[in-house]
């Protein structure tokens, strides 16, 4: 189902959402690492993963009705410095389901999830293009870093990096 979603996506949504380990499909070894995290996350408990491979671990959820995914997101935790740990976070929603409360669902959930996980950042890079995701993320807290260049099919394209601080000393 899930790949199905993903693979369906329009072109629009595609050059919004496009996290490594999705597509396009690599045989380079970061895109390896990136495919091992989601097989890593299914089968090996969250907290044994972050005790032993820490850069690996892959939060994901999906939002389902009737047998069909409307909207994915995920995380990609890994430890710092100081043995505190920061994520990647990305949503999609599927044209039709938009403005539904869908993205605002996923995110609640993901940020959620961190939190219990011990996340003490979760960054993500949105495109300046995307205000609907941008807004969504000031909502709940985001807060633009820098402006910043990222690249799809080829293109590159003008982006934010944004960070949530989920401790009061950051």
Known sequence: MLHKFLTNLNEETKRWFHPPFIYPIHKDPLSLINYMRLFLAIIIPRHILLKTLPGLVCITVTAK?????????????KRNLTRYYESELGIVVGKE??????????????????????????????????????????????????????????????????????????
Do not use: W
Not at 65 to 77: A, C, R, W
Not at 104 to 114: R, V
């Open 97 to 170: 389901f938009q403005e539904k409360g869908i993205g605002d669902t996923l995110l609640k959930t993901l940020i959620g999830e961190a939190m219990r996980t011990g996340v003490i950042k979760i960054t993500l890079t949105v495109l300046k293009e995307n205000i609907p995701a941008i807004n969504l993320y000031r909502k709940h807290g985001f807060k633009i870093i820098k402006e910043t260049m990222d690249s799809f099919d080829g293109k590159t394209l003008n982006a934010l990096r944004m960070d949530l601080c989920l401790t009061s000393s950051d």
């Open 65 to 77: 009705l009737d047998h069909s995914v409307q909207g994915f997101g995920y995380l990609t935790i």
